[in-house]
């Protein structure tokens, strides 16, 4: 590696590469690897190579597995049209239009990032059914609409249309508004200047946007196992579920059905790839203008209303259900001023108590997973970017594929691969599998981060670091550390918080004996203390909001983040 | 002069009647008062921040008057006091942007063919046309490319074409060559110039560079803080700049202030006059001078009016550029072009040229008017 060498940066061929990708390898290849051999090579769990494929024939010849796969894809399609629905409107008007109280409707968006979806579900099952909040206090029962497929959309609708409302609202406020006035000077009116210029220019953008919904609407879990089943609508993550937890144990169809839906995930993975690299216009164009905003005149109250409707449904919902759920001394006893308390808050938080083990497992694991993931993802990102061995698209390819892996597929790949018979240790059954999962699931954060940082930072940087005498490794550590280190704890943070909520790694792989948030919260709804579990919710969504906002105001102050 | 005031209303193609313009509480234009009559090109010249393209911006519809009333072809397009307010689309026009402001969309031949689909013009009359206005920039058979395939001279050009295609009645440019290097500048400065003499161009050109204006336009209007200061012909800028301010912003010369004492006018701090008193105005015992590059002379060392030491000399390609100091009579630095170099530290006489000197009143900005033949 001479050019390595000539200009100074780390080779790709040290060792610090070769222990990034061994790690990678370890992490992301080998449970992959397995759920491939697995789909192949039914024997595979008794190290056996015995009737190649006849299980992949089973499982494609199942009837069920097509409607599994064409419900998946409807429910994707379903929930990115709702969100375009939804959040396209609202990104116009909030950033073309002078529209009172704007940064308090954009905060009330980041809300849904910070209840997970299958806590929200469970908000909305104890609002909508049979005797649930609505019910209670307007008399309608709801539970025919939230148990039925558009049931399901709708609830995953509300999580996610925030990512295409900030998606919209960032690329029309980059491009649209300006060249938008250009077309007017030239001759076009205001409604022709939007669908020629504005819209064009922010559908790269938005579609990408979509695509990401789509992706998160096929790998969620929580929402279709717990709205789902009841109304029979299977999809491939729950099919995956059924068969590596429900009796008789199917391990190939498992495999089967995750290879499938890794396909789907890589396929809106890569189009959400292509379009922003071909056709991203943000970058274009010459000094940024301040924009200036159309009053709505007559259609304010109207849109007021449209924020204030979508802002209730998607935020006050589901927090206020579970902190009603939460308050209640018994479910039975209702709304009723007489049965609120704080017992079950009392009870999470008493010395010893399961909830507060679970509490503490998922906290301790979420640093963990926070900092092994932004360590992780800061090397191979660097590696990546700035590297010039070969290797380095080996490395690429690692980092980029837990992308396309939804957390019942890392699952799936790590029972597989850790079962087996000839490993002489294996982390299954310990702790440590967890942290595993979680550090494969969330490692495309941190990862994604850094590569953008990293290429923020022009190479004169580094040159200028190596004129004056500094090494590769002091470079790295006075130079280049410092500068992503920003980007890099937000990473982290949002790791953190994911971490400490998820649900379906958790439920599938913990070891026995050990409880998590998010099994806890699971089982306390499934054994019927739901006010239980929703103080543990409750609980979870104030803390792992606020423990990353305490970290950034602190780093605020002492100026680590512009 | 009587031939445009006789004409009417309609000749002039922008009227811009005691416009202010307020972003919150700050107030950028501020009683701006201008007509261009038709078929002339105006400039609007002035420093950066001083409210050039909000002014561009309010004849152009994208924004609304705070104060005032706008004109475009004799016809109201924005009066304050009424709330009247004609959106840009329906006011005609063309303009070419600082940033080029391209649709990276679009191509090349679509960016041009745009203005005139807006104003229902068919297919097969809009392609002859937009290849005659792409011809007419040099980038005929450009068409079909994509404006991020080109340099940024080509998008400026291309951004032209946009501007002229449909022909319409006011061309607006703001700082259209700003983002370009200087050789390619003054490339299309001359390009331009002769675009807007071939179709007889209304025009508003906005820039902050003297030359540019001075040599594209019939007038020019100097803007400071946020109104004009003075609107002329070059020529009569240069002859006449109405402020101490619009000549220090030409460069026209060395601004000074000075005190009238006994019969000479003194630089405070002088042990020697710099002028005789009867060279200056009567009846005021200060005002501030303009002494314009013509109005010093150097002559050998002891002859001359002043005596002044060389500080440096700078070799501009067809002279040097002096600049000096004159130790009798107050530390003010000078600068005046001279054919030979001259050595830091060498004395030199000034023989003054009294016809042009330039005398304004202190802190009043119209000039002090002197009887022509007291000098
Ligand atoms: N949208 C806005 N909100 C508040 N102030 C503004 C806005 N746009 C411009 N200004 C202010 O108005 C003043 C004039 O701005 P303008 O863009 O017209 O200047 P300019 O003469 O075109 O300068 P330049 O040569 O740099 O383009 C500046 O002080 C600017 O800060
Ligand atoms: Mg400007």
Redesign the interface.
Known sequence: MKAGAATGRISGTGPLFWAVTGLLLLLVAFPLAFIILQAIFPEIGHASLARPFSGMVAALGDWKLLGMARNTVALGIMVMAGAALLAIPLGVFRVLFRLPLGRFWDLCFLVPFMIPPYIATLGWIMTLQPRGYLQQLTGINGAGFLFSIPGVAFVMVLSTFPVVYFAVSRTLEAVGQ??G??????????L??FW??TL??ATPGLAASLLLVFAMAIEEYGTPAALGRRAGFDVLVTGVDNRISDWPIDLSGAAVLSLLLVGLSLIAFFTQLRILSR?N?ET????PQAI?RRPLGLWTVPVLLFFAFAAFIACAVPLLAILATALQRTLSGGLAFGNFGLQNFTEIWSQGSDGLTALMSSLSLGVSTALITGLLGALASYFVVRGTGRGRVLLDALSVLPNALPGVVVAVGLILAWNQPWLPVSPYNTPFILLIAYCCILLPFPVRYANAAFRQIGTSLESAARVAGAGPVVTLRRILGPLVAPSMVSAMLLVFAVASRELVASILVAPVGMTTVATFIWRQFEQGSVGLGMAMAFTAILITTALPLIVLIAMRRTRMVL | MSGISRRAEAAEAVTVRNVSQDYGTSRVLNGVDFALPTGQVMALLGPSGCGKTTLLRLVAGLLAPSIGSVGIAGNLVADASTGFFLPPEKRGLGMVFQDYALWPHMTIGENVAFPLEMRGIGRSERETRVEAALQRVGLGGFGARRPSDLSGGQQQRVAIARAIVAEPGLVLFDEPLSNLDRELREQLVGEIGELVATLGLTALYVTHDQAEAFSLADSVAVMRGGHIVQADSPEQLVAQPATPDVAEFLKLGTVVEVEAHGDGWWLPGAVEALLPRSLGPAGTDDAVLLLTRSALRPVASGEGQLQAVVRRSQFRGDHHLLTLVLPRAGEIELSLTSDRRAQPGERLGLALVPEALRWFARSRPVPVRLSEPAL
Do not use: N, Q
């Open positions: 300006r060249y006035d250009v077309a007017r000077v030239f001759g076009a009116s205001p022709r200047a020629r210029i064009p220019l056709r216009y274009t164009g010459g000094k200036e």
